[in-house]
Nanobody
Framework: QVQLVESGGGSVQAGESLTLSCAAS????????MNWYRQAPGKQRDFIAT???????NYADSVKGRFTISRDSAKNTVYLQMNSLKPEDTAVYSC?????????WGQGTQVTVSS
């Protein structure tokens, strides 16, 4: 079992930045991938960013160049640095971890961007 806890959400103005954290209950060094998703009201949950066990990263086109996923294995934490935020980035942001044959989700954190 893995527990994931997101933090760092909040309300900001367009153009500002936020950094989200996703803390895991155990070592992330063996996780296949850790990922960020978001879900806006009335919409499906969308993939945002991934970081693999070997450190490779990939992003959705909508956030490429503005968001950066990173990790601190010593803290069992993955981060999502979000710059140049736009109102359309408003959503609940959730992280997940793919561990062998299982996927674990955090509870999510709200990000609201006003114009």
């Amino acid at each position: 079992q893995v527990q994931l806890v997101e933090s760092g959400g909040g309300s900001v103005q367009a153009g500002e930045s936020l950094t989200l954290s996703c803390a895991a209950s155990r070592s992330i060094s063996t996780f296949y991938t850790m990922n960020w998703y978001r879900q806006a009201p009335g919409k499906q949950r969308d993939f945002i960013a991934t970081i693999t066990r070997d450190g490779s990263t990939n992003y959705a086109d909508s956030v490429k160049g503005r968001f950066t996923i990173s990790r601190d294995s010593a803290k069992n934490t993955v981060y999502l640095q979000m710059n140049s935020l736009k109102p359309e980035d408003t959503a609940v942001y959730s992280c997940n971890a793919v561990v062998q044959w299982s996927t674990y989700w955090g509870q999510g954190t709200q990000v609201t961007v006003s114009s």
